[in-house]
């Protein structure tokens, strides 16, 4: 009898090696390396993009570009996310934690997408049809144009494809599917590369749109190879925790627009609902007259969203004074408290200091560093920033106050939401002008900054 051949993959990267390692030399993760057995491929390769695209090479001018035809979901937040609607013949993944609201928000297209007349085919690998019917009926979901199917085995699937010609495919999710010719269980490496990369195929060749779930590691990386993200063409990842009825949905590769718009919904019983105005609903509830709190403005993609930035500072009982920062980059905070014990001369060496943004969301642009100074220093010398006054800009290590993109839209969000002042910096006042119902107050150091902010 024939030896089989076996070889060992990592689960984290996908580096393949003949012998069993106890740390991946690839992404240096330990103990991730699985044992696999050697399977020859039965059918030659043949590309989606027809074999004359790979006969010779074409000038630019000479080749003719593909119509943009983007499918609205009725869902102005998932749109905005993929700059305007899902393109045919794409393949995109979300990802986020177990109940976030990922199969949710896919079935709630359907509804709208059902409506225009396109075919939807729903397949899920983790529950049966009954249970999506559930599903479909507490979110309201009455198209005739969906159907479910309740299957793993990607062959029965593709045959079931090409049987009903659906315009729409939904897979729930991607580490339940296999493939026959590979030997290896459903959820390795293997299994997930090679589906993914048939189903990328398909929807190429058909021209059929494809929406894969992606299971997430402890670490919030989708499990499996990170090769799985280059292969599709749009990544979408759901923030928020579950405990809180908010949900963040943000682009972290897009192959047809910008990566830096974010979708903002609520949980509720009748499914994720769209936030309209983010600004307003991260305010909601803040304290009035505490100290240690401080508005800020921050520009995600083309949107301003108002954030409220706390502090709380303490004499410390350990020889080691803590930092902790959530929402905002660690290292960061640690930055600006030495930027205050330097060109402003506060002892912080002997206190806890601890930051959060409100609402569970995570910024990491520079201009929360204004905010961020404030809240500290009003929590050290407990003194309260006006609620009604908005801070934001960049601080450098030597004090001073850089300016930041986008400066008009911040303040006119602030206007809009009854905001009195805005304390900016000094360059962006320049660009400003004709801008009524709230005052501008330009800084260019931090001393400045703070004498007019906590008072």
Sequence with gaps: MAKIKTKYVCGECGYETGRWLGKCPSCGMFNTMSEEAVTKATSKFSSFMGEASFSKPLRLENIQPIDDNRI?????????????????????????DPGIGKSTLLIQICQYIGEQGKRILYVSGEESVQQIKLRASRLNIKTKNLLLMSETNLDIIENVIKEVSPELIIIDSVQT????????????????RECTSRLMRLGKSKNISVFI???????????????????????????????????????????????NEIGVF??????????????????SGRPINVSGSSITCSIEGTRPILAEVQSLVTYTNFGMPRRMAAGVDYNRVTLLIAVLEKRIGLNLGNYDSYVN???????????????????????????VVDPFTLVFGEIGLTGEI??????????????????????????????LKNINGIDLVGVSTVSELLNIAVT
Excluded: W
Excluded at 227 to 251: K, N, P
Excluded at 425 to 430: G, I
């Design 72 to 96: 609205k979901t009725n869902i102005s937040e998932l749109d905005r996310v993929l700059s305007g609607g899902i393109v045919q013949g794409s393949l995109t993944l979300v990802g986020g």
């Design 177 to 192: 599917m296999y493939i026959d010719e590979i030997s290896s269980a459903p959820g390795s490496v293997s299994q997930v």
């Design 213 to 259: 779930v992606g299971h997430v590691t402890k670490d919030g990386a989708i499990a499996g190879p990170r090769v799985l993200e280059h292969i599709v063409d749009t990544v979408l990842y759901f923030e928020g925790e579950r405990r809180d009825s908010y949900r963040v949905l943000r682009s972290v590769k897009n192959r047809f627009g910008s990566t």
């Design 266 to 283: 609520e949980m509720k019983n009748e499914g994720l609902v769209e936030i309209k105005n983010p600004s307003e609903y991260m305010l």
């Design 357 to 383: 943004l409100t609402g569970g969301i995570k910024i990491a642009e520079p201009s929360l560093d204004a905010a961020i100074v404030c809240a500290i220093v009003s929590s050290y010398k407990n003194k």
């Design 402 to 431: 850089r300016a930041v993109a986008m400066s008009e839209k911040r303040v006119m969000e602030a206007s809009k939401l009854g905001f009195k002042t805005c304390v900016l910096p000094k360059e962006n006042l320049k660009e």
